[in-house]
């Protein structure tokens, strides 16, 4: 059994635009639940690296020495050198756990501890948007809007669960209507390379409201995400109207893509800080008949299960089971 001497320890997530942390104590051993305290966010355009941000969280804590972090962080982990994707930050993992004082210190990219929180992850912090039947063991896949578009899977490796990180909101966007060849060619009117991310992200939301009232000759407003969704909601603007609904469409066709690139028969989660605040609209949407609309595999799309999460920050709990979890694993290899 793992050694309460792990406690405390210091979990966080970290996006391009805030960093969310908080503290671990303890494991309920009856449930398995792991509840995170103490939770703070900070701007990440207030700092000039992440040791700066986890520094001034470990001071806060009144006294209380963590001896471990689990950091999830928007961008590839690979190696002991991490570099943001969407900031400038860059730093030695070593580096940082030596200065901070921790015994151990780990990062894992930010949609794979998502994943992973998919695990632990019940009740009213899921919302199905499609029944389907899971596969028992088969993986699954997380897919998020927000500052980006967020990519994960999560595969079954013998008894335990293991989360696969990469950068899936960079491949390339494919047009799956003329709409959508005409906002592709009005975004960028070359041949250069054009993300998924470039429209299914809180900015991509902002390109495909801009390349509306291009195509559709109306005035242009320099409107944020939040005031787009606002309006679609509340029926208040045609164009913002379309601009979500090609959103939910263009997510769908991307996670439909991710599902089958991952076998992901075992269930198809959406996540990110967007969707929840749009539920309404999404199971309105066409978001399923996009994921759906694969030529002949599309039936089997039709039974997989598709979920949305809605739970308080689910990348903090995928963390804290993760190290967990880990920690767990190593110590019982060792004992063997």
Known sequence: MIADSMFPYVVADVGGTNGRFGLVTHRDGVSG???????????????????????????????????????????????????????????????????LGLKRLVLI??????????????????????????????PRVVVGPGTGLGVAGLVRVGNRWFPISGEGGHMTFA??????LEIRKVIEPTDKHISAERFICGKGLVNLYRALTVINGVELEPLEPDEISRRALEKSDPTCEEALSLFFEMLGSAA???????????????????????ESELKRSGLLASFADKGRIGLLLQQVPVYLMKGDNPALSGAAHWLYDTQRAEETNHSE
């Open 33 to 99: 639940h792991i509840d995170v305290q103490q939770q703070q966010v900070f701007s990440c355009a207030d700092f000039d690296q992440f040791e700066a941000m986890l520094a001034l969280y470990m001071a806060s804590l009144d006294g209380v020495k963590p001896l471990a972090a689990c950091i999830a962080i928007a961008g590839p982990v690979i190696g002991d050198h991490f570099r943001m994707t969407n900031l400038s930050w860059d730093f030695s993992i070593e580096d940082v756990r030596k200065k």
């Open 109 to 138: 990219n930010d949609f794979a501890a998502l994943a992973y929180s998919a695990l632990y992850t019940t009740g009213d912090a899921l919302s199905t948007l499609q029944v389907g039947e899971s596969v028992p063991n088969a």
């Open 175 to 180: 047009p799956a209507s003329q709409k959508q």
């Open 256 to 278: 439909g893509n991710v599902c089958m690139a991952f076998g992901a028969w075992g269930g198809v989660y959406l996540g990110g800080g967007i969707l929840p605040q749009v």
